[in-house]
């Protein structure tokens, strides 16, 4: 609780910094809008008492009186709102979404990224982050109504006494739609499921890529008859709740009603004697009838404050979880500008978090400077896992890395990652031009053509993109309706990418050439090599070749072989091969080696 | 003047076809619907008047009041009910119309003859636009815009019902409220139209820094982000775009609060005017004082009946949508290819079993020819298929084997009738296909396309939806596990919480993920379920490229076995897993460059031959050796 009124002050301060006359202007519409309530209510008794008694200034005043009151209310309930949702948007936006993009992107490892706990909450607040500003908003509005609920009421214990009974009236009609709404609530969650898989099924349909394979297999009836009846179960669902929602607040509107009818039955009734007024009527079905929507008001912002908590919640929970992870990312010890030694392995561990075994366990071993390293492995070997903890993308849980002997974990990670160069298996699809795509390589150089350039050349991406329509300038990609490439061209970008940073001391190529025919990726590895020697010659780097194809690692120096998360066997492919009794790298290469044996 | 009339037309007719889709709803539904509209409509109305009865009563000395009073409880009570049973009513008709809607475009993009049309940008455009799945709140499906449409007719009685109370008291105050109520009403609208069009103009903006936003986010782009530094570059650049969408936005907000002052001196003016002209009047004996609080009341009623404006942005949101599907429909419905009675009647007939008697031979696998055909995608610069000619002969194993790019994929799309060659043909058992029909053909077809499809849906409806129609049961269980059987998926299925219908989707309860090899097993057995129930062409287009070594080796070993008495076709870049093809044929250029065994073509010695050592040298020799004898500098 204290938590969230501390984030209601600190929400409102941020609103009051981004736009101070705006802000004041909503609470201004707040106030205006409280008066001209109650004054509404007192003109209509007004004008009519006035009339009564033949008071013509004080009728003619009542009655401009009351014209205003109604375009005031109105005109001051619009403006209030749409400059609430503007302050609120232009906070959420340029403010609150920012600091949640950026709990996700400061925190150096990426294990958060992967986990549901930590993705559940982004996906909860991601777009929504209006609603943790407004939920500051929802509290302040929430005061202002409670004062107009007292306003009210006491507008109508004036008129009379009776009437103050009205308020458990409209207490037990709230209850009631409280009681609804809840169900129609339960309706929703219990058919999101079927919602999501209506849309699905829609996509599928829609989508040429995936249509092709239904209309091979005549699924599109069945599957259009799935989709109907899924979206029109959750229609039928969510209807019938609402039904009985329906049912319940009418109950509450009759008892509310019965109410209504009795109290100003009995304001009629005084309104003939002394001490009553024809007034006392009008206010008391003015106010009277509106009673109900004011406390619905004030409950409603009040329960939207509550209900705001399934994304403030989710907020808070970033929040702290960013700041302690960067709190932990204080290593700044600078990196060596060349390798002289080796990037030494010792006793590697790191489990997934909730799985039942590590992902990598117990793995030493030495690469010395200059070295191409290949790591092979069946999937869920722990290879992929292995570059994480290289690239510091995961931090270990035990053992270490020692690069030219200072630990790994004391060596700054935007330094160290300054100094190193990756191609992942799944590459980022950047939907930008073709350059752009490229630069992101070195942001730093991303607006230098020769350096661009010069990475397309490495990567022998140059044909690729003179074939495009507008050349580098050409935008990539189908989303915006760019120019989609296949699979393997995909592939040439992201290698090119890799290429844009030029002195690296550790280079990464996960899977590199998976998609590519055997010319493409013949020729892909000559320039790899070439460059990865270049690059060793120059400042002592180790290059990592992650592939489940023998093919691509049998020239490397040496060859990491791992199975269960652990490191079985390493050594050259000559020394690999020639183990006495085989092994696991003979025999694998054994399997796709026959392929390609004389017959 | 003349273009004003056109544009009034169209937007008549817009509105028109709006409304026509309300009876899709059912007509009994829409008939509640609107007498709940309209009865709302009469509540600012029926309260005037139930007040001023009410005060009449109350002023005359010895007049009965409880009639009155109880009058006004059930207008009160009438009004909340009527707004309570709105929301359940208004679900139910836009989930039936809107499902309707959803359900014409599938249909719409699921019949089209070929493949190619739906692929089209333009095509994807309309269906993006026609989609009716909101996700701004621009975006409006096509039963909010009916429905919308519907609140802005029934507000006239609304208006005109208020403005009879007022006539009532003196009919020259109706012109004074009215005029400016209307006056009023058009501001108001024009300052949400155009704030809603400014905001959909920003939409491309919008749609961009929303993906930049996702990438913050996204597990696979995370370690490119931390690599090469991007994570504040992508934050400034999706600020950058929704800067470019939302200023505009935000500028339109103050300066449509600043307008606000015309609106209420529009409305505060005659308002007050009317109510003192009233007040004045009673005094000197115009009417009773109920008269005049019913004028009160009725007087604002005039301008509340007008002054909402939701219902005109549901209109203006749905409309894009309705004129997208009405594109879409005109795009697609072009009449199908002819297709010649008497070879589909040839053609079915040896096809159609009689129900009960599943034992019945299948029909054999057709003899599949492929003559000049010739394909180029539309609005590309030249064909990918270039003539070619190729021979599918019953039964035998053909691999198709080429370069990235050399029109592979897209020939397995012309086997299976997705693209119709704009010169050749493809004939079966000499038939041409299109005389056969493209659905009749399909049910003797099945592909395994590299981009397979992922359905949320059980692991049995994943493998079942291989192939459904024709005449026998579907789903046949003993088909499904039979085929998954085939593929190997044995281990799987006992692994899986609730075996044949666990969903294979995380998102889905009681649902799981599958890896990357498991699915490509999941798809290869939904076409081994399409050769059981009659497919006797298999297309497998790269399908083992997700597989361990293991499983790729355990899978190749088995292919002849599973597909006994299919023709089999098997597209690859991967030389080492067409080996063991009855026929293996190159292509190049849109052509068939080489065909033979492997044997054949290694000694041949051309394109495939130099390939398949290129391949094989990796296996002989380390790449370091051939660096530094120059092969490859």
Sequence with gaps: MRVRARLTGELMARCWRAERALTLLVLACMAVGTVA????????????DAAVEGDLRLLVLAAVVTAVAYVVDWVVDDVGFTMRMHVVERVAQTDVEPEVMRACTDVDEIDHLERTDFLDRITAVRGRAWAVVDSAWSVVEAAALVLRLALTVALLGSVSPWLLLLVPCAGVQLVLDAAGRRRSTAAEIATSEDQRLQRHLFELCTSPATSKEIRVAGAEDELVARQQATALGVVHARARALLTAAALSTAGWAVFAAGFTAALALVVRSAGQPGGSLGDVVLAVAVGSQLRSVVQQAVGRASDAGGYGRIVEPYLWLRAFAAERLAGQVATAAPPTALTEAITLEHLAFTYP?????????????????????????????????????????RPDTGRITVDGTDLAEIGTPGWRAVTSAAFQDFGRYQTTFDEAVGLGDPARMASREAVDAAVAAADAGALRSRLPAAGASLLGSRFDGTELSEGQWQKVALARACMRTRPLLFVLDEPTASLDAPSEHEIFARYMERSRRLARDCGAVTVIVSHRFSTVAGADLILVMEHGRLVEHGTHPDLLARPGGGVYAELFGIQATAYADS | MQKTVRRLCAATRERTALLA???????????????????????????????????????????????????????????????????????LVRGRIDARHRADVMRLLT????????????????????????????????????????????????????????????????????????????????????????????????????????????????KELRTFGLGAWVVDRRQRHLH??????????????????????????????????????????????GALAGLLAAGWGVFSAVTGTGDALMVEGA?????????????????????????????????????????????????????????????????????????????????????????????????????????????????????????????????????????????????????????????????????????????????????????????????????GGQWQQVALARALYATRAGARVLVLDEPTAHLDVRTEAELFRRLAGITQGVSTVLVSHRLSTVRLADRIVLLADGRIAESGTHDELMALGGSYAHMFALQAQRFARGYDDRLETGVLS
């Design chain 2, 244 to 289: 470019a969408q939302l200023d505009d936005v935000w500028a339109d907000d103050l300066r449509a609060a600043r307008e606000k002052w015309w609106v209420l001196l529009a409305a505060v003016v005659p308002l007050g005017a009317a109510f003192v002209v009233a007040a004045v009047g009673t005094t000197r004996g115009h009417g009773t004082v």
């Design chain 2, 319 to 515: 409309r894009p949508v309705v004129r997208a599907a009405e594109a879409l429909r005109a795009r697609l419905t072009e009449p199908e290819t002819e297709t010649v009675p008497g070879a589909v009647r040839e053609i079915e007939t040896e096809t159609r079993h009689v129900p009960g008697t599943a034992t019945a031979p299948e029909p054999a696998a057709p003899h599949v020819r492929l003559e000049g055909v010739t394909f180029a995608y539309p609005g590309s610069s030249g064909p990918v298929l270039r003539g070619l000619d190729l021979e599918i002969r019953p039964g035998e194993l053909l691999a198709v084997v080429g370069l990235n790019g050399a029109g592979k994929s897209t020939l397995t799309k012309v086997l299976a009738g997705l693209y119709e060659p704009s010169a050749g043909r493809v004939t079966a058992d000499g038939v041409d296909v299109r005389a056969i029909g493209a659905r009749a053909w399909r049910r003797r077809v099945t592909v395994v396309h590299q981009d397979f499809v992922r359905y949320q849906l059980s692991l049995e409806d994943n493998i079942a939806l291989g192939q459904v129609g024709g005449d026998r049961p579907w789903p046949d269980p003993d088909a499904v596990r039979g085929a998954a059987t085939d593929a190997g998926l044995g281990p799987v299925v006992d692994g899986l919480p609730a075996g044949w219908r666990t969903p294979l989707a995380r998102s889905r309860t009681g649902g799981v993920d599958l890896s």
């Design chain 2, 21 to 91: 889709l309300l009876p899709g709803a059912g007509r009994p539904l829409l008939a509640v619907l609107v007498a709940v509209r309209v009865l709302q409509a009469l509540l600012p109305a029926a309260t005037a008047l139930v007040t001023a009865r009410l005060l009449d009563a109350a002023a005359t000395p010895g007049a009965g009041t409880a009639g009155a009073v109880l009058l006004v409880g059930a207008v009160l009570l009438l009004g909340q009910t009527c707004s309570v049973f709105q929301r359940p009513l208004v679900t």
């Design chain 1, 354 to 394: 909730g799985a039942a075994r590590p992902a990598v366990d117990d793995v030493s071993v030495t690469i010395p400077a200059g070295t191409v390293v290949a790591v092979v492995g069946e999937y869920g070997s722990g290879k992929t896992t292995l570059v994480k903890l290289l690239t510091k993308l995961y």
């Design chain 2, 111 to 222: 019949r089209t003859a070929t493949l190619d049309v739906v692929e089209s940008a333009e095509v994807q455009a309309l269906v993006r636009a026609a989609t009716a799945d909101p996700r701004e709140w621009v975006e409006k499906t096509p039963a909010e815009g009916a429905l919308g449409q519907l609140s802005v007719l029934v507000r006239w009685v609304g208006l005109v019902s208020t403005a009879a109370v007022v006539a009532a008291w003196s009919w020259w105050l109706v012109p004074l409220l009215v005029v400016p109520a209307v006056v009023v009403r058009h501001l108001v609208r024009g300052q949400w139209v155009r704030h809603f069009r400014i905001w959909v103009d920003g939409l491309p903006e919008n749609r961009r820094a929303h993906y930049w936003g996702e990438l913050t986010s996204a597990p696979a782009e995370a």
């Design chain 1, 37 to 48: 309530f109650a004054g509404l209510g007192l003109a209509s008794k007004t004008v009519v």
